[in-house]
């Protein structure tokens, strides 16, 4: 054997050195990207029926809310109805009844002939 015989099997044995150390590594990320495939699996796995829940959820409070608006509507409809029959009310009973009373109190004033008030 030669000098450059011996010299190219040390660099062998370096370079094949070199391997298993850097492949220790490389095995360790491997176990490492298999358990976060793993995590990632399971964590989709409780996800996906937690988003499915929520959609019904969302969706039985839209419909809840279509109820809630039909009842608002109904209210402020009957709240109109109201002040409406109010004014209408008012403006035929409330205008007689205040000449009723001033003409009451007129005629207790004359009647009474300015007794002691």
């Known amino acids: ?36 495939r793993g995590t990632v699996k399971e964590l989709t796995s409780h996800t996906l029926p937690a988003i499915d829940e929520a959609v019904e959820t969302i969706r039985a409070a839209n419909g809840q809310l279509g109820k809630v608006d039909t009842i608002t509507t109904s209210a402020a409809r009957a709240t109109e109805d109201v002040s409406a029959l109010t004014t209408l009310v008012s403006a035929t009973v409330g205008g007689p009844l205040i000449k009723l009373s001033a003409f009451s109190y007129a005629v207790r004033s004359v009647l009474g002939g300015g007794k002691g008030r």
């Open 1 to 36: 054997m030669s000098v450059g015989d011996i010299a190219g099997l040390v660099a062998a044995l370096a370079f094949v050195a070199l391997v298993v150390v850097l492949a220790v590594p490389l095995l360790k990320l491997g176990k490492v990207l298999d358990e976060a």
